[in-house]
Nanobody, 116 residues
């Protein structure tokens, strides 16, 4: 089993920044891919950013140039640095991990609200 624990969400003004963290524990050898998904009210869950063991990354078009995903293998932690936040970035953000994306394992979610 794998446990994913997220932190770092909150309320921020438009143009501000937040950094989300996701710490993985358990059978981490299964986690070749890690990523962040988000779900806004009334919308489907979508992939925001993903990273694989080799370091390759992928981003949803609307966050390219504003968000950066990174992973520290030694601590089994994945981060999402979010800059130039917009109200449309408001959503519940989920950490995800597994052999691919979407993976089998999900975190509990952390709320990000962008509002003045």
């Amino acid at each position: 089993q794998v446990q994913l624990v997220e932190s770092g969400g909150g309320l921020v003004q438009p143009g501000g920044s937040l950094r989300l963290s996701c710490a993985a524990s358990g059978s981490i050898f299964r986690l070749s891919s890690m990523g962040w998904y988000r779900q806004a009210p009334g919308k489907q869950r979508e992939l925001v950013a993903g990273i694989v063991t080799g370091g390759s990354t992928t981003y949803e078009d609307s966050v390219k140039g504003r968000f950066t995903i990174s992973r520290v293998i030694a601590t089994n932690t994945v981060y999402l640095q979010m800059n130039s936040l917009k109200p449309e970035d408001t959503a519940l953000y989920y950490c995800n991990a597994g052999a691919g994306l979407p993976g089998h394992y999900w975190g509990q979610g952390t709320q990000v609200t962008v509002s003045s």
